[in-house]
């Protein structure tokens, strides 16, 4: 699987804005993927997941949580991450993730549970 992410831009705090992740094929529908993000300066970082392997599961980081939501066309190949009520500091490089094995659910938000990374989009929240 390869993945292709678009969608980022420059907004104004309070904005909303919607990343996209396209998958070559329709694998990754079956299993995991998510989006992280890497901000200036520091470490790259879990935002949200979707998991359709063993159960369907939703999980979002604190800090997105209320404000984002991680969704899926299996139609298109397609993963979406809608994002509202944006803040500066969701200002950051956003990457789209999968994994074509199972992930225990205490494992979602580890980097390292996923193989697969997209190239990044840039959102960038102006205050």
């Known amino acids: 699987v390869q993945l292709q992410a678009s969608g980022g831009g420059l907004v104004q705090a309070g904005d909303s804005l919607r990343l996209s992740c396209a998958a070559s094929?329709?694998?990754?529908?079956?299993?995991?993927m998510g989006w992280f993000r890497q901000a200036p300066g520091k470490e790259r970082e879990f935002v949200a997941t979707l998991r359709r392997s063993s159960g369907t599961a939703y999980v979002y980081a604190d800090s997105v949580k209320g404000r984002f939501t991680i969704s899926r066309d299996s139609a298109k190949n397609v993963m979406y991450l809608d994002m509202s009520r944006l803040r500066p500091e969701d200002t950051a490089i956003y990457y789209c993730?999968?994994?074509?094995?199972?992930?225990?659910?205490?494992?979602?938000?580890?980097?390292?549970?996923?193989?697969?990374w997209g190239q990044g989009t840039q959102v960038t929240v102006s205050s």
């Open positions: 094929d329709r694998t990754a529908n079956t299993y995991t």
């Open positions: 993730a999968f994994s074509s094995r199972h992930i225990i659910t205490s494992a979602l938000r580890s980097e390292s549970s996923y193989r697969t």
